[in-house]
C-alpha cells in the first residue's frame, strides 16, 4: 500500500508564503489523481487544489491565484505553494491520492496563520 507523508507546515504572518509538500512511498504522481485538500476546526474538509496527468490542474475558489499544485520530475513528491496566505488559510492540509478505486490519505501537516 502505498504511503503519503505531509511536510512544510508551520505557524506564518498572514501575506506569507509555505511551500508544502507531499512524499509518497512510490512513484505515483503523474497520471494518478492528487489533491489537496484542508480542515479547519468545526469546519468540513474541503478540496484546495488538485492535479491529473501531472499537469491539468484545478482550484477551490478560495485560492485560486494564491496557491499552485505541482510535482517533482521523479513523480514521488507533490507540492503547494500557498502564497499571500489569509488566517482563513489556517487548518489541517492533507494530500490524498486516488489509486485503484481507492483514496489514500496522509497524516496531514498543520498551517497556522497568524494576523
Known amino acids: 500500500q502505498v504511503q503519503l507523508v505531509e511536510s512544510g507546515g508551520g505557524l506564518v504572518q498572514a501575506g506569507g508564503s509555505l511551500r508544502l509538500s507531499c512524499t509518497a512511498s512510490d512513484r505515483i504522481f503523474g497520471a494518478t489523481p492528487a489533491s489537496w485538500y484542508r480542515q479547519a476546526p468545526g469546519k468540513q474538509r474541503e478540496m484546495v487544489a488538485g492535479m491529473i496527468n501531472g499537469g491539468n490542474t484545478k482550484y477551490g475558489d478560495s485560492v485560486e491565484g494564491r496557491f499552485r499544485i505541482s510535482r517533482d520530475y521523479a513523480g514521488k513528491t507533490m507540492y503547494l505553494q500557498m502564497n499571500s496566505l489569509e488566517p482563513e488559510d489556517t487548518a489541517v492540509y492533507y494530500c490524498?491520492?486516488?489509486?485503484?478505486?481507492?483514496?489514500?490519505w496522509g497524516q496531514g501537516t498543520q498551517v497556522t496563520v497568524s494576523l
Open positions: 490524498k491520492v486516488r489509486l485503484r478505486g481507492a483514496d489514500i
